[in-house]
C-alpha cells in the first residue's frame, strides 16, 4: 500500500492550537503510527512582509510536537488568515499540493471545518466523512454519522472531520518545522 502522508488542518484560538484541532492531531497520531506515515499539523501564517518568516510561537510548536505531529508546515499567505475559503483556501491548497496526503483530518468543532473540510474534499475529489470518531486509538476504522463503517486505508484520499476528546501522546519536542512561502515571495 502506498503509504502517504497524514495531514492536520491545525485551527489557532489567539495564540494556541484549537483544542478541536489537537484532538484531531492526536486521532491522526494512531493512523499514521499504524500505516508508518508522517503526520503533519499544517497551519496557515499571514506574512505582513513579502519575504516575511514565519514567527510561530514556541508554545505552539511545542503543543504540535506534544499532541504527536511529526513534522509542522506552516502555510504563508498574504492575506489575513480567516477560516474562509475565499481568505485561506490558496495558502491551503498549497499544503495539499505539497504533500499530497491520503488522509485528512479537521476537529469538527474547529473554526474552519464548515468551510475548509469540504473545499478540500471537492479540491482533492476526496470522500468527505463529517462527525466521524475514531473506534479505539489503534483502530483505523471510523463510523459517520449514520454508522456506516469507513476504512481510510481504502484506495482514494479521504477528508474526515473528527469528534471527541482524543488523548494527545506526548510526542518528541525536536520537530521540524517546514513554511511555504506567501505567492509572489521568490524563495
Do not use: C
Amino acid at each position: 500500500m502506498n503509504v502517504g502522508a497524514v495531514l492536520v488542518h491545525i485551527d489557532l484560538d489567539g495564540d494556541r492550537p484549537h483544542a478541536a484541532s489537537v484532538s484531531a492531531l492526536a486521532a491522526g497520531r494512531a493512523v499514521a503510527s499504524s500505516w508508518g506515515a508522517t503526520l503533519y499539523a499544517a497551519l496557515l501564517a499571514h506574512a505582513s512582509e513579502p519575504r516575511g518568516d514565519a514567527d510561530i510561537p514556541g508554545e505552539i510548536v511545542t503543543t504540535l510536537a506534544h499532541a504527536g505531529a511529526d513534522k509542522i508546515v506552516v502555510a504563508m499567505t498574504d492575506a489575513p488568515v480567516a477560516p474562509t475559503w475565499g481568505s485561506s483556501g490558496a495558502a491551503w491548497q498549497r499544503v495539499f499540493d505539497q504533500l499530497r496526503p491520503r488522509l485528512v483530518l479537521f476537529g469538527e468543532d474547529a473554526p474552519s471545518v464548515s468551510e475548509l473540510a469540504p473545499r478540500t474534499s471537492a479540491q482533492l475529489e476526496a470522500r468527505l466523512v463529517q462527525g466521524a470518531r475514531a473506534l479505539d486509538g489503534d483502530e483505523i476504522d471510523l463510523r459517520d454519522p449514520d454508522g456506516a463503517g469507513v476504512r481510510v486505508g481504502d484506495p482514494g484520499v479521504t477528508v474526515v472531520t473528527i469528534r471527541g476528546d482524543h488523548v494527545a501522546p506526548r510526542g518528541d519536542e525536536d520537530i521540524d518545522v517546514v513554511v511555504l512561502a506567501a505567492p509572489g515571495d521568490p524563495r
